[in-house]
């Protein structure tokens, strides 16, 4: 059990008292794919948006087809799908937990990962 699947409760009489924390409904929520992110820093505040961005077709039989079918595009749309509050002590959590999965994921056997 690490830290983020306990919640410690204070009481006064007999110490510190853990109380499990248990994810309800996490499978019934959508996935979406992210590959667009944008922070904001406050003082003790830290801001994360996370968007996906398709990049556009550029259509057209000889290369100049296509380039001038890319300079007509203004701006390439970025889709929102989250907004995220952190302290910074929460930032440094998520940032070790993102940190073990990268590693976890660079262990998995080539032929697995390339299959997921």
């Not at 853990?18 to 830290?46: H, I, M, R, S, Y």
């Not at 079918?69 to 959590?93: D, H, M, N």
């Amino acid at each position: 059990m690490d830290d983020g699947d306990k919640m410690a409760q204070s009481d006064a009489g007999s110490g510190e008292v853990t109380v499990p924390v248990v994810w309800v409904g996490a499978d019934d929520l959508p996935v979406q794919f992210a590959n667009q992110f944008v922070a904001v820093v406050q003082l003790n505040e830290v801001f994360l948006t996370v968007g996906t961005m398709v990049p556009p077709a550029i259509l057209g039989d000889t290369v100049e087809e296509r380039k001038a079918t890319a300079q007509k595009i203004t701006y390439v749309p970025v889709k929102p799908i989250a907004r995220l509050g952190f302290t910074p002590a929460r930032l440094e959590e998520l940032i070790r937990i993102l940190q073990t999965t990268l590693k976890n994921y660079e262990q998995l056997p080539r032929q697995e990962a390339e299959q997921q």
